[in-house]
């Protein structure tokens, strides 16, 4: 049996759709844009990734699909809800392409099915794993794969950061590619690097885009203790390796946490504007922290349309190690 997946967009999406895509059996192929291959290669099985940038002008990303007709798919899951992702299944050939009825997609899928009238209180994995079931590749959903590195790899990437292999050590994430309403302020993750410092005395690592390193800087410069600063410097391999190792993650919702979920890494993540009904991490080691003083939360929002960032700036320092230390069961650090 062979199935072709679209593959959506962002990495905490990949993450969240990595339950459905290892519940079916046979041969699975994948059409995922370049930068996010290799995200695919930490998920078990034999995963066939084809790297095509579907952003790129219309003929030429059908041109790109072309090989994958050969593949006579018996089946063509559309993960993503957009017009242009139906698209490319009915380009991909298959003797049937499935995906979600919105957007009149009907006129291009195959099998074109309505989401619950819940869907909104539903999780986006129960979602994704609706479409496999649908295909009648699987009955239940399977839990989240754990990522685990190579001896070798973890060797690699330790020795490039100095840091001791047998020496424990946490991960702060301050970064949220989505948006500056998702950021926990910088000078708190500060504040909280040096709570971890006193109380564990242990090195801190911090991860952030490329995009993102003035985050970092701000932290190194502000906090107290042994700060190893790798943003825009790792892979995502690099990245998930240096997370599963990881004592913990303290992040925001984004890409890191779910990240994080992939490794099994216990995680407090301070909640602002998401709704972590739908977007959470599939990480039962995972605990949300969040204040009920914005009325307007979750808003959802990339931007705080207050513009006070009130529910991130409410939730304190002393609150997300408090629940650091829960989470360890270690009340005395």
Not at 93 to 106: D, H, T, Y
Not at 142 to 154: A, G, H, N, Q, V
Not at 314 to 329: H, P
């Amino acid at each position: 049996m062979k199935t072709i997946f679209i593959g959506l967009n962002w990495l905490g999406d990949i993450i969240m759709s990595a339950p459905a895509i290892t519940a079916v059996p046979g041969e699975i192929h994948i059409v995922t844009r370049p930068h996010l291959a290799e995200l695919y290669q930490l998920l078990p099985g034999n995963l066939i990734v084809h790297p095509i940038d579907t952003k790129a002008a219309f003929f030429e990303v059908i041109n790109a699909l072309k090989p994958l007709r050969k593949i006579k798919a018996e089946h063509v899951i559309t993960l993503p809800d957009s017009w242009r992702a139906a698209i490319l299944a009915r380009a991909c050939g298959g003797s049937e392409s499935i995906g979600f009825a919105n957007q009149m997609r009907g006129l291009l899928l195959d099998n074109a099915i309505d989401k619950p009238d819940n869907f909104k209180q539903m999780h986006e994995s129960d979602l994704h794993f609706m479409l496999v079931k649908e295909a009648g590749l699987a009955s239940d959903k399977p839990p989240l794969p754990i990522y685990k590195p190579t001896d070798e790899l973890r060797r690699t990437v330790f020795a490039r950061f100095g840091l001791d292999e047998r020496q424990p050590y946490m991960v702060l994430a301050p970064g949220a590619a989505f948006g500056s309403a998702k950021r926990w302020p910088p000078e708190k993750y500060a504040e909280l690097a040096s709570l971890i410092a006193g109380a564990y005395e242990i090195p801190v690592v911090l991860t952030a885009g490329s995009s993102e390193t003035s985050l970092t800087r701000q932290i190194c410069e502000e906090a107290r203790g042994n700060l190893v600063d790798t943003a825009g410097q790792t892979s995502l391999t690099e990245l998930a390796c240096m997370l599963s190792g990881a004592k913990a993650l303290i992040s925001n919702d984004s890409g890191t946490m779910h990240l994080g979920a992939l490794c099994g890494t216990p995680t407090v993540i301070p909640v602002g504007p998401t709704d972590m009904t739908r977007t959470g991490p599939l990480n039962p080691k995972s605990i949300a922290v969040s204040t009920d003083i914005c009325p307007q939360a979750p808003c959802r929002q990339r931007i705080c349309p207050r513009q006070d960032h009130i529910c991130m700036q409410n939730i304190s320092a002393m609150a997300i190690f408090a629940e650091l230390q829960k989470l360890l069961g270690d009340s005395h650090g």
